[in-house]
């Protein structure tokens, strides 16, 4: 897979996690330390800093 695919999939999958992560904080009542809200929040950061990491 070249960087342009790689970094388009990358984006997508962030999108897809901060979408994702909205929909469990609103399902859990705002309660942000929740243990799944926790484990997709540090999800998303190891995502971001994939990200970052690759500009």
């Known amino acids: 897979m070249d960087y342009r695919s790689s970094l388009l999939k990358l984006i997508k999958e962030i999108e ?5 992560l909205n929909a ?3 399902k859990k009542g705002y309660q942000l ?17 994939e ?5």
């Not at 990200?51 to 500009?55: A, G, K, T």
Request: glycine fraction near 0%; hydrophobic fraction near 35%; proline fraction near 0%.
């Open 16 to 20: 897809d996690t901060k979408e994702e």
């Open 24 to 26: 469990l904080i609103r």
């Open 33 to 49: 330390t929740d243990k799944e809200v926790i484990q997709l929040s540090e999800f998303l950061d190891q995502l971001l800093s």
């Open 51 to 55: 990200y970052h990491n690759l500009e």
